[in-house]
Structure formats: structure tokens, C-alpha cells
């Protein structure tokens, strides 16, 4: 998945408009024009795109956070250089303030199942030997719980997920995070 894409997605799940765009960035002390947040939201194909670098993704998620929960007192966090999808999991678990249970409510809503443990290796820290890297279908699928859950009985579009079908575990017919490519 792309930064352009997480970031649209996340525009469409929270039904942000351009303005609360700027202002989220804004809230990590990072300013962006609305025709730079238009351009961060175009289409792959378009080419006024213009991409969205890690450090610039991680200074919207850390200002989602700020938005969701409130400024942290002290010093606010450094944005990463460099993102990873364990990252962008864990930087939207803290904005949304869920618990594993949450979490495992959001997956299932777009059908697969999984146990904490298997959860808690998302967030482990790289050197740890259960760390498990977190693939762009299991991000996606939880960009798409998150849709389900937030967008659920609004009119309006469905976005697009791209999302391939989930193989089937042995677990009488349940979609299996194990085995998701």
C-alpha cells in the first residue's frame, strides 16, 4: 500500500474533508496547503499526484492522534523517516485508542479471524522474536474493518478495497490471518 493510499483511506473512513485535512497536519505542527492535500488524495493514475513521503504520513497519524485523544503533555513525538505497516497499525490503534479486543472486532467485521497473540506480534518492537511484519492485506483489511465499523449506514460510495479473497483456514470456513498472503 501506498502513503497516498493510507491516507485516502483514512480521509474516507473518518469522512474528512480537505480543510480537516490541513488542520490534522496542522496539529502536528505541520503545514500543508489544501492543493498539496489535493494532490496527496488523487488518483495513482493521475498525474498531478504527488506522493506522500513517510515523514509526511507519519505527521498526519501523529496528528490523527492529537485529534482523537488529545496533545500529549511534554514534548510531541518526532515523526518516523521511514514507515512500516506496523507502524501505521500501531499509530492508528493508539489514535482510535483500541484494546486487542477492539481490534479483533474490527478484523472480523471484514472476515477474518485472528487470536491475540498472533495480534500482539504487530506491535512487538522489530528485534523481538515473535515480531511479525504486518503485511499491506492485513493493514487493508483493517482499513476496511475500520470503514465497516465508522462508515457503516452512511450514504455514500463504498470505497474501493482491492482486497483479494481471503483464504480459508481450517477452522470451519473463518477467513485465518496465517494465511493471508
Do not use: W
Not at 20 to 36: E, I, N, P, S, W
Not at 45 to 56: E, F, G, I, V
Not at 60 to 77: A, S, V, Y
Not at 158 to 172: A, F, G, H, M
Amino acid at each position: 500500500m501506498t502513503n497516498n493510499d493510507v491516507l485516502r483511506r483514512i480521509r474516507y473512513i473518518f469522512n474528512f474533508n480537505d480543510s480537516k485535512m490541513v488542520a490534522v497536519f496542522g496539529l502536528a505542527d505541520y503545514r500543508v496547503t489544501l492543493d498539496q492535500i489535493s494532490c496527496f488524495l488523487k488518483k495513482d493514475d493521475d498525474p498531478a499526484l504527488q506522493k506522500c513521503n513517510d515523514n509526511q504520513l507519519a505527521t498526519f497519524l501523529n496528528g490523527l492522534i492529537i485529534d482523537k485523544r488529545g496533545k500529549k503533555e511534554g514534548g510531541q513525538p518526532e515523526p518516523e523517516e521511514i514507515l512500516n505497516n506496523n507502524i501505521i497499525f500501531r499509530k492508528l490503534r493508539i489514535a482510535l485508542n483500541l484494546k486487542a479486543e477492539d481490534i479483533l472486532e474490527i478484523l472480523n467485521l471484514a472476515n477474518i479471524s485472528t487470536s491475540k497473540h498472533e495480534l500482539s506480534a504487530f506491535f512487538r518492537r522489530p528485534g523481538h522474536k515473535h515480531y511479525r511484519n504486518c503485511k499491506d492485506q492485513i493493514l487493508r483489511l483493517f482499513l476496511k474493518g475500520l470503514q465497516i465499523k465508522y462508515r457503516a449506514g452512511k450514504e455514500s460510495v463504498p470505497l474501493n478495497l482491492d482486497c483479494k479473497q481471503n483464504r480459508v483456514s481450517s477452522k470451519k470456513g473463518s477467513p485465518d490471518i496465517r494465511n493471508v498472503s
